[in-house]
């Protein structure tokens, strides 16, 4: 898939990201907020299409094995990759045209919310959080829309066993 | 209007109609209503004299079209308030994808538009093509794209089946509405069990293709019902569009902002309904789409009514688009990858995501795949995210509700067309 | 049949009278429901007993061997009292209606009166069944019955004062006999009569909530209105007035617009009553399955706005037509 012009260009132009061809651009989370205004109220990026988390828990660095020859791999923290994405409807001249970019957000700390921006995000970063667990700061009403209120644990974490009960469901 | 050739095409030229373009979009000034009511609102706030009775239509309630919990807090008869509840259908369906290959993945996502579920296979099985970067045989698009749109067919004429249900009541003029659309419905049910040996949830695509080939008489068999439910659609409009209660109960309610509707995400026939031109078909071409011409009907009121011309109008252009591809189908393989049996036998090759989505009956139906890279786990998905077109909708309710009476939240509700099992997962 | 003593005549007429127009109700929901069948293209129940004919015996049995549940915050007085007294009201109107000629259970001077006023008490045991459920769906369906029948009462009286002023008399074997001899008044003075026909046939559509007007009882949005929260017997005698006082309602039309038991010629007699009561209801019945339902507000604005005018319309110009003549 290829991203639109002026989109590549506001992104690597104004904001300094690096663009991957599937996810999109890889933002700070510092440039979320601003990034996201700037796609809508310049670029026309006004459907918003979905917010996804994805949890990737903790890898232990593995040492360098001197006897078969591999180096050292680090680690990788417990950290939620937070992926948008945007459309831009259709006009006469030109087709529609999406838009992508993902932040990565350390386990324990927010991600900036685009509810104020998209008012659609506010339900979808509420699932997210109910499902990964990822909070988003400033959101109007962040609690679970999926699993019931008191439910412990979130439950697409990949530390989270399909298996796991929670009386009296199952 | 008996015209099975073309749909109504809105082409700009309305009358009195005024447009003026938001985003680049092209929109009808009078359905632009800022500012819009704020679902947050503290009831204390609205009116401290004023004797308000919260209502709980409850998860299980005649008209919810599933189990749907809504708040609604009223005065008199008419929602100053809605705080809808969603989960009641949750069935982790994204979790077990973490579980399951990319094989068996296909029944499960069945059930989750269990109204149209081929798009859901649809829908997941080209996101899963996208990420191992297979190619679709020709013959395969045109079944795909084929039964693509009976499917939307069959989808709207359960929708107004329902509608007429929440308008009249089981017992009653709803009642004769319903069994009529459903007896219908059952022709096309019979066409898909022939060519799949199942009524619903057919787990027909895979990844690569289609699992089952048309077998021979289906073709012709299918242009006879076509052209037979094309008629129906004709007595569907008499009896419905020209009925006096029809209109009265829906022209003028639940009028949608388009703008509104852009930013919560909803897209299908209910923007469409608001005068925004905008097919997932048409602009981003999928299977067989790019072979055919489509006609997307628009129109400009934004109420209910409009809501179901644009879909009896979408009916007669799914049923022209198939009747047209029928004529047609090329000959081939149905798959490109060897026939995909065993769990293991699609992998992915790297583990970034990839999106892919199909203009559903209800919208923009899409799914977010992440690859696996880890050990041993290249054959089931690392996570999977689907992105529902009935959720956005439902998003909706808080700001469409307040101001309305109940009677007019329900037909509201109903002309959304949600479906619970898309909404929760 | 006509006896002496008032108190006998009343006894016998009324245990006739009543008890068939209660079978004929009874068998009326099988014959609705074949009717419907048949209108959806399906058959409708046939199982039990020949072409389904003991279904209505079935759905009383099932109806009385359920459990009576009674919500334990809801008013008990008023909640036990309201579906009895539907029954009672709907029942009590039987009292003046003529089905042959003298066969009668009260021939009272202000027949039709005393039938509209009764009519008119319909309102307090639905709205007692929706206040004394202690539910919100009942209440809403409560007071959206009370404003209804409130509404509709004033355009079903001016309808009906149409053929009280063309006969001259409140008695209701009166208006029937000034319509022998084929001049009934549905079709005379042609316009106004059948306007006025219309008009009280509408009207009391809406006193007995049916759909077109049936929003109290809104399956879709209040789950079951006034009787959500009746189970059981109660229940069923809810179901049963409502029908029973549909029938009643086609028996009164006959009798003011129809011209009640006139036939042919010479050939006075029950059947032709029988036949235009049957047919009134068959009518309602198809309506009933055609139509979707009007929306609160639309049915009073329709009332006020259109009704009322009309009716008042219609006693001027019989009133008029009256002193001209």
């Given at each position: ?170 | ?199 619903f949830h057919y787990n027909t695509h895979m990844v690569g293709g289609n699992r089952h080939d048309i077998p021979a008489g289906w073709a012709d068999k299918a242009t006879k019902v076509l052209a037979e439910l094309g008629e129906r659609c004709f007595e569907y409009e008499q009896f419905v569009r020209d009925n006096e209660i029809f209109r009265a109960r829906t022209v003028g309610v639940g009028i949608v902002d388009p703008v509104l509707a852009m930013e919560l995400g909803i897209s299908g026939p209910i923007l469409r309904a ?152 | ?203 009391s559509l809406a006193e007995s909530n049916r759909i077109p007007f049936d929003i109290p009882e809104a399956e879709s949005e209040l789950v079951a209105g006034v009787s959500t929260e009746y189970t059981g017997m109660k229940f069923g005698l809810f179901y049963l007035a409502e029908y029973l006082h549909t029938f009643i309602i086609s028996m009164v039309a006959a009798a003011l617009f129809l011209g009640g038991w006139d036939g042919p010629g010479d050939h006075d007699g029950f059947i032709w009553m029988a036949l235009k009561t ?48």
């Open positions: 898939m290829s991203w639109p012009q002026d989109a590549i260009d506001l992104c690597t132009d104004r904001f300094g990201l690096t663009l991957c061809e599937t996810e999109g651009a890889t933002v700070e989370r510092e440039q979320l907020v601003a990034l996201a205004t700037a796609l809508k109220n310049e670029l026309d990026f006004r459907f918003f299409v979905y917010v996804v988390s994805v949890h990737y828990p903790a890898v232990d660095p593995i040492p360098a094995d001197e006897e078969k020859g591999t180096e050292a791999v680090d680690g990788i923290p417990d950290h939620t990759v937070v992926h948008y994405r945007l459309r831009r409807m259709a006009t006469t001249e030109r087709g529609t045209d999406t838009f992508a970019f993902r932040t990565t957000v350390p386990t324990g700390e927010d991600c900036p919310t685009v509810s104020d921006i998209w008012v659609g995000a506010d339900w979808q970063e509420r699932e997210q959080y109910d499902l990964v667990g990822t909070v988003f700061s400033d959101h109007p009403d962040l609690r679970r829309i999926m699993m019931p209120e008191d439910w412990p644990g979130h439950p697409l974490r990949r530390d989270y066993a399909i298996e796991t009960q929670h009386f009296p469901w199952r | 209007m008996n015209d099975l050739e073309s749909a109504p095409i809105n082409t700009g030229e309305d009358d009195g109609v005024e447009w003026t373009t938001v985003g680049g979009v092209r929109v009808p000034v009078d359905l632009i209503t800022p500012p819009w009511p704020d679902p947050y609102m503290d009831i204390e706030d609205y009116d401290p004299d004023a004797d308000l009775m919260v209502l709980n239509m409850g998860p299980q309630h005649p008209s919810t079209h599933g189990v749907l919990r809504v708040k609604l807090v009223l005065d008199g008869e008419i929602c100053v308030k809605c705080v809808p509840y969603l989960g009641y259908l949750h069935r982790g369906v994204e979790k077990l994808c973490e579980k399951l290959s990319y094989v068996q993945i296909t029944p499960i996502v069945d059930k989750n538009d269990y109204v149209s579920p081929m798009m859901n296979e649809l829908a997941i099985n080209m996101a899963f093509e996208k990420l191992i970067q297979a190619e679709v045989p020709r013959r395969s698009r045109y079944i795909r794209t084929i039964c693509a749109e009976i499917q939307r067919v069959g989808s709207h004429l359960l929708w107004l089946g329902t509608f007429g249900l929440d308008m009249g009541g089981a017992i009653g003029g709803g009642g004769s509405i319903f069994m009529h659309t459903f007896r219908e419905r059952e022709l096309l049910l019979d066409l898909f069990e022939d060519l799949t040996g199942c009524r608001s005068g925004v031109d905008v097919d997932l078909r048409r602009d981003q071409p999928y299977a067989a789409y790019d072979e055919i011409e489509i006609n997307v009907p628009t129109e400009t009121t934004g109420d209910c009514f409009a809501r179901y011309l644009v879909r009896v109008a979408e009916m007669r252009e799914s049923i022209r688009i198939a009747t047209e591809l029928l004529k047609g189908v090329p000959e081939g393989p149905i798959g490109s990858l060897k026939p995909v049996k065993l769990p293991g036998a699609v992998k992915a090759k790297h583990g970034l995501g990839v999106y892919s989505a199909i203009e559903s009956p209800r919208g923009e139906l899409g799914t977010f795949v992440v690859g696996n890279t880890e050990r041993r786990q290249a054959a089931i998905p690392y996570r999977c995210k689907i992105r529902s077109p009935s959720m956005h909708a439902l998003q909706l309710l808080p700001y469409l509700c307040p101001g309305n009476n109940l009677s007019d939240i329900i037909v509201a509700l109903g002309s959304l067309d949600p479906i619970m099992g898309e909404v929760d997962r | 049949m006509t006896f002496e003593n008032p108190w006998i005549h009343g006894l016998v007429m009324g245990l006739i009278i009543g008890n068939v127009s209660l079978a004929i109700t009874g068998y009326s929901i099988w014959f609705e429901r074949k009717f419907a069948g048949r209108m959806q293209n399906r058959p409708g129940p046939t199982v039990v007993g020949p072409w389904g004919l003991l279904q209505p015996v079935a759905d009383v049995l099932k109806l009385m061997q359920k459990e009576d549940i009674t919500p334990r915050s809801a008013d008990k007085a008023l909640f036990n009292l309201a579906p009895p007294l539907t029954v009672f009201v709907a029942l009590s109107t039987l009292a003046v209606v003529p089905v042959a000629p003298g066969w009668i259970i009260a021939d009272l001077h202000i027949g039709i009166l005393f039938a509209l006023a009764l009519g008119s008490l319909m309102v307090f045991p639905v709205w007692m069944a929706g206040w004394a459920s202690n539910n919100k769906y009942a209440l809403l369906g409560g007071m959206r019955s009370a404003a209804q029948s409130i509404s509709y009462e004033i355009p079903l009286l001016l309808s009906a004062t149409v053929p009280i002023i063309l006969a001259d008399s409140f008695r209701i074997t009166d208006i029937v006999e000034a319509q022998l001899g084929g001049n009934w008044f549905a079709f005379w003075p042609p316009g106004p009569g059948f306007a006025a026909f219309g008009l009280f046939f509408l009207c049957l047919t009134l209801f068959v009518f309602i019945f198809w309506i009933r399955w055609s139509y979707m339902r009007y929306r609160s507000d639309q049915l009073m604005a329709m009332c006020w706005k259109f009704f009322l005018p009309l009716g008042l319309a219609l006693v001027m110009f019989s009133a008029l037509w009256v002193h001209a003549s």
